[in-house]
């Protein structure tokens, strides 16, 4: 409410003043009933390396400059498995939280990505989202999630997956 009123002009009511500072009286006396004191605690919140990091590299230099708590891994956006791989061993050696996401990835690259957060027995809820958006598959068998939501790791060689060459070429630009 203060942000609405401060930058796009909003008035705030009576209530609406009440209710901010009801707000901020709330929060005062929840921190000073657990600690006596008001302050920002700097580990309350994990930083965690995402869109920046790409390469084994950079998960290296983070944890020599002591820049974050966590990885959020993306294998698509990381040049492939092996890349992606040894960017976990790093991640999992020095301790770091991961966490699993994706790039709206179609097919092949969504099952790229399930082989390896299953090689590493990842269990947290990762934000794969490829097939809510990306409607069309090039498989036999698609990815598609269970009724609970999540994704099985596929299981055969390779990636686990087969290509439907019909739908290959039923997708393909006209030459």
């Avoid at 008001?38 to 084994?56: T, V």
């Avoid at 791989?85 to 301790?95: H, L, P, T, V, Y």
């Avoid at 934000?127 to 269970?146: E, I, M, R, S, Y």
């Amino acid at each position: 409410a203060l942000l609405a009123a401060a930058f796009l002009g909003e008035r705030l009511g009576l209530l609406g003043w009440v209710g901010t500072a009801v707000s901020f009286c709330g929060v005062a006396l929840i921190s000073l009933g657990e600690g006596g004191t008001l302050g920002i605690d700097p580990g309350a919140l994990p930083i965690l390396l995402d869109e920046g990091m790409i390469s084994p590299v950079d998960i290296v230099e983070a944890i020599r400059l002591d820049l974050a708590d966590g990885v959020v891994m993306k294998p698509a956006r990381s040049a492939g498995l092996m890349p992606s791989k040894r960017q976990w061993e790093i991640a999992q050696d020095a301790g770091m939280m991961i966490l699993g996401s994706g790039l709206t990835d179609p097919d092949m690259s969504l099952a790229a990505t399930l082989a390896l957060f299953g090689a590493f027995k990842y269990t947290l809820p990762a934000a794969l989202n490829g097939p809510q958006f990306v409607d069309a598959t090039v498989l036999k068998t698609p990815l598609n999630p269970g009724p609970d939501a999540t994704l099985a790791v596929p299981t055969g060689p390779g990636l686990g997956i087969e290509v439907d060459e019909a739908k290959l070429r039923a997708l393909a630009a006209p030459a």
